[in-house]
């Protein structure tokens, strides 16, 4: 079946600090691969998407490669912002929409 | 267009009473979705509709959950004798059917947390 695996929070950084979110996924065929993003007392957000292999999806300084080979899509920013604070959700398009989403991962950023 | 539109944002109800929230999606979004949020998981899919058409429904939807969406304009989410299990946060989403720019992307209102007591 089509499943997301995502890394375990609390991911706790510094300001300016490199960061790292895996996940990893299981699906027939090749579907399109999102990052969601969810802050405090709001709704999800769509933060970035790719929808073929090696595609490379980017917003806000944030950026996530498909692999193919891997499975994977691991979100990175390069110097996260204490705005930056939210749970981020990885998710796969099982057809028409229907996403398939990662527990989620929780990012706390201190200044 | 002020985006996706849920009500009430917060609902607590005594075990076994029904209740029904509303969703009012992007005006020219045709399709639109239900998720079901529990705590510390992702949205787990509920149903869809395509304009008025109920196109799928997830096992996740027992048969005391009903959804309509009379005009293909707003929709609604009836959980009927709720139970304590019931509870979580509900999600409505929609997109555009397409190739336009933004099509096939879900955008999610902000949900509808219910609490069974």
């Known amino acids: 079946g089509n499943s997301v695996t995502q890394m375990e929070g609390p991911v706790t950084l510094s300001e300016e600090a490199f960061l790292t979110i895996n996940c990893t996924y299981t699906?027939?065929?090749?579907?399109?691969l999102f990052w969601y993003v969810q802050y405090p007392g709001e709704g999800l957000q769509l933060l970035l998407k790719a929808t073929k292999a090696d595609d490379k999806g980017s917003n806000k300084g944030f950026e996530a490669t498909y692999r193919k080979e891997t499975t994977s899509f691991h979100l990175e920013k390069g110097s996260v912002q204490v705005s930056d604070s939210a749970v981020y959700f990885c998710?796969?398009?099982?057809?028409?929409?229907?996403?398939?989403f990662g527990t989620g991962t929780r990012l706390l950023v201190s200044p | 267009d002020t985006g996706v539109s849920q009500d009430p944002r917060h609902k607590i109800t005594k075990r076994g009473q029904n209740v029904t929230f509303r969703c009012d999606p992007i005006?020219?979004?045709?399709?639109l979705y239900w998720y079901r949020q529990t705590l510390g998981q992702g949205p787990e899919f509920l149903t869809y509709?395509?304009?008025?058409?109920?196109?799928?429904k997830s096992r996740l939807l027992s048969d005391r959950f009903s959804a309509e969406r009379p005009k293909g304009s707003f929709s609604t989410l009836e959980i009927q004798r709720t139970e304590q299990g019931d509870s979580a946060m509900y999600l409505c989403?929609?997109?555009?059917?397409?190739?336009?720019?933004?099509?096939?992307?879900?955008?999610f209102g902000a949900g509808s947390r219910l609490t069974v007591l």
């Open positions: 509709f395509q304009n008025e058409a109920q196109l799928e």
């Open positions: 699906a027939t065929g090749y579907p399109s």
């Open positions: 998710a796969l398009n099982t057809g028409f929409q229907k996403l398939v």
């Open positions: 005006s020219e979004h045709n399709r």
């Open positions: 989403a929609s997109s555009l059917d397409g190739t336009a720019s933004g099509a096939n992307v879900l955008t």
